[in-house]
């Protein structure tokens, strides 16, 4: 049964670029940035981002993006926004995934549907969140409806970790006091991916145990909130302000940026809070709110769109330098559509193999999605390390910069001494040259790789959780009664089961 509203629909590009003019404080290089959709810092990632809400209503992406909403709208969202039920659900949500990885070559990890793992638990899990379940409903209805952007910020900076969290008090986020109106929340952390170019920030903990009322909150807060403060790390767009993109051709337009995000003071009224003063319940947030699980897959997910962008581009490469045919430059290129093959195959895994979950709602199987997290920490590093290694001097065998070749003074220079082989010229060579080490080498590759390594979670917490989820479900007292199986059909005297016998006959 639908409600009397109009039926509802995602933002449109332009409605997105106008929804961020809102008074934000964001500082960077500084000074305060006026206005976040022309500053040179985040004009061109959020127009990429634009490009993705303007996908939803293209008749050529439409159907594989979006699906009815299931508030009672009778409008239509992004697929990943809604409760699957089925495996066809989670097939089609991982389509729709991979088709936004798509339009950003992978690059844009935090895209408005990374944050949609949690939002769209939402629904199906509101009682979890009691007192606060009707807040939970809400926002599954909200942020469906419009597709809101979210980004969140679960770690506390590193600062004292080896202290208890009350004794940190000063940096971590905690609440100082509650009003009638809500929480009045301080403190800091690390890092608010993407935060700039969203809407709401996402407030949790993750990582040291906590045991204070204080410090037992998770909630959301407008990016235009009093208080709220963003100050950025260095951007890799503006960076590139004066420069073609023919240049920098990632950087200049996919840095999400990486921000320190200060709370100082700031009212979260209760209807944006889904967790407070619950010590056990924050402490089990993680693993009760279905968002590992999905966020693990939508991950998976986009990094195999990644690895094939990775893959095409060090192909080309390859042929460029003329070594496409030698035998260990083509063990390491199948090694590369490897790794990209086995993050696909676990996306594929945890979407057809589901769990089943709260409310007949399914989730995208953890056991795949814990593998992705361990794999990625090596399985990145070894591509770079495979490119640094086979294209090797050619990366920055390059002229400075696309003006070169409009000078006649070295322009024909270059078309004889920078050409490619098998007849490719020198500005196609070195535009494949210069987009492979945007992808690795610049300030923006780098970052690529120290979020594909850290972003799910540090080096050993990614196999102790494999672990311990495994423990817990008892997966693995399955793996020894396997063992037992074998065990037991022997002893020091022989053979315990009839239909064996020794060798020798006895």
Not at 65 to 89: I, K, M, Q, W
């Amino acid at each position: 049964m639908t409600d009397q509203r109009p039926p509802t629909r995602p933002y449109t590009g332009d409605e997105y670029v106008e929804s961020l003019r809102d008074g934000r404080e964001i500082y960077i290089y500084g000074e305060r940035v006026k206005d976040v959709t022309e500053h040179a810092a985040f004009r061109n990632p959020i127009r990429m981002t634009a490009r993705l809400y303007d996908s939803l209503h293209a008749p050529e992406t439409h159907d594989i993006l979006t699906a009815p909403t299931d508030t009672g709208s009778a409008g239509y969202t992004h697929r990943f926004f809604t409760t699957p039920h089925s495996v066809e659900d989670l097939v089609a949500d991982q389509r729709a995934i991979a088709t936004w990885a798509r339009m950003t070559y992978g690059f844009m990890g935090r895209s408005p549907d990374y944050k949609a793992s949690f939002l769209g638990t939402l629904g199906a899990n509101a009682e979890f969140y009691a007192p606060f379940a009707d807040n939970a409903r809400r926002w599954y209805r909200e942020s469906q409806e419009k597709v809101l952007y979210w980004n969140h910020a679960l770690v506390h900076p590193p600062v004292d970790r080896s202290r208890p969290a009350d004794e940190v008090a000063d940096v971590f986020v905690h609440v100082e006091r509650e009003t009638d109106a809500g929480v009045i929340v301080s403190g800091a952390k690390m890092v608010a991916t993407g935060s700039a170019l969203t809407h709401y920030n996402f407030i949790a903990h993750y990582g040291l145990p906590i045991k204070e009322r204080k410090f037992a909150l998770v909630a959301t807060i407008p990016m235009d909130a009093p208080g709220m403060k963003l100050i950025c790390r260095p951007s890799y767009t503006a960076a590139t302000a004066s420069a073609s993109p023919f240049d920098y051709p990632l950087s200049s337009r996919l840095d999400e940026n990486d921000t320190m995000l200060v709370l100082d003071n700031v009212l979260i009224p209760w209807e944006n809070v889904f967790i407070y003063g619950d010590v056990g319940k924050v402490q089990v947030f993680t693993g009760e709110s279905g968002f590992i699980e999905r966020s693990t897959f939508h991950g998976c997910t986009r990094l195999a769109v990644k690895l094939e962008f990775i893959a095409g581009l060090l192909a080309k490469a390859l042929d460029i330098t003329g070594t496409s045919s030698f035998r260990g430059v083509q063990s390491r290129l199948g090694e590369v559509l490897a790794w990209r093959n086995l993050f696909w195959g676990l996306s594929d895994a945890a979407a057809r193999n589901p769990v089943a979950w709260r409310n007949d709602a399914l989730l995208p199987n953890l056991d795949y999605g814990q593998a992705y997290r361990w794999f990625m920490q090596i399985g990145y590093p070894r591509i770079k390390e495979i490119i640094m290694q086979d294209v090797a001097g050619a990366l920055i065998y390059v002229n400075s910069s696309a003006a070169d070749f409009a000078n006649p003074a070295t322009r024909p220079y270059l078309d004889k001494y920078v050409r490619g082989s098998g007849g490719i010229d020198a500005v196609e060579r070195v535009k494949v040259m210069k987009l492979l080490w945007d992808a690795i080498g610049t300030e923006f590759g780098g970052r690529h790789e120290l979020y594909e390594r850290n972003y799910a979670g540090n080096h050993e917490n990614t196999r102790t959780e494999l672990l311990f989820g495994q423990a817990g479900s008892g997966q693995l007292d399955g793996y020894r009664a396997f063992v037992d199986t074998c065990l037991n059909e022997y002893d020091l005297d022989g053979w315990t089961v009839p239909d064996l016998s020794r060798l020798d006959g006895s």
